[in-house]
């Protein structure tokens, strides 16, 4: 029996699948049905509150249109980066936290137009 390997919840990869996910414009609730769990656990992954399978990173890869590498890549990256700096710097916090930081960096690197942008003149009745 294969042991599923896991992110660690400490790691930055949940602030990074939320903010691909929500540059994308996707909900949680369409990452949940493809991984076949609640949106608690979406939520949870994103929040970095709990361990994330590593096939999960694939369902993303799909949904997002984004590589499954370079989501590997940018966890990676961002893992070291975070690693050298501290959440606080002597006494003094942070504000914004790099997290909220990179959240917002990426948000906007990979922000896409919705594919069906609802208008008003879609919303017409046909009749």
Request: proline letters at 6%; charged letters at 20%.
């Amino acid at each position: 029996m294969e042991i599923l390997k896991m992110i660690d919840k400490r790691s930055i990869a949940g602030t990074i699948l939320g903010a691909l996910r929500s540059a994308r414009g996707i909900n949680q609730s369409v990452i949940a049905e493809a991984c076949g769990t609640s949106l608690s656990y979406i939520s949870n992954w994103e929040n970095c509150k709990t361990d994330i399978p590593n096939p999960v990173i694939g369902i993303y890869s799909t949904h997002l249109n984004i590589p499954e590498q370079e989501i590997w890549n940018l966890i990676r990256h961002w893992q070291i980066e975070y690693e050298k700096n501290p959440v606080f710097q002597g006494n003094i916090f942070t504000y914004p936290t790099f997290r909220e930081q990179l959240f917002n960096k990426l948000k906007c690197e990979y922000y896409q137009e919705p594919l069906n942008p609802r208008t008003r003149r879609g919303l017409a009745r046909k009749f």
